[in-house]
């Protein structure tokens, strides 16, 4: 093999150990939003489990409710959009 060919192919290589590794660091980025983003909605369910008919936050609750199903059926991802990802108004 020249060297050229074996400098190209060396350069290839690293060019693809960076694009994999950038792509890895992507996805462990959307893997902890969505962790987290798990957790805060299986903490919602538990409280909307446990509410009682007359709790006032229940109202709360379910304005909680429609927030989350909002987000869900639309693409945004929270960390590109700067979202605290809190139910408050």
Known sequence: MHTGQVLSLIQARR???AATSTVNGH?????DSLSARN????AFWRSM???EADDPGALAAVGCLHAISTI???DLVYA????SGSCAP
């Open 27 to 31: 996805l462990t980025d959307l893997d």
């Open 39 to 42: 957790l805060e909605v299986s």
């Open 80 to 83: 590109s959009e700067g979202s």
């Open 72 to 74: 869900l059926e639309s």
């Open 15 to 17: 060019a693809r150990v």
């Open 49 to 51: 489990n446990t509410a």
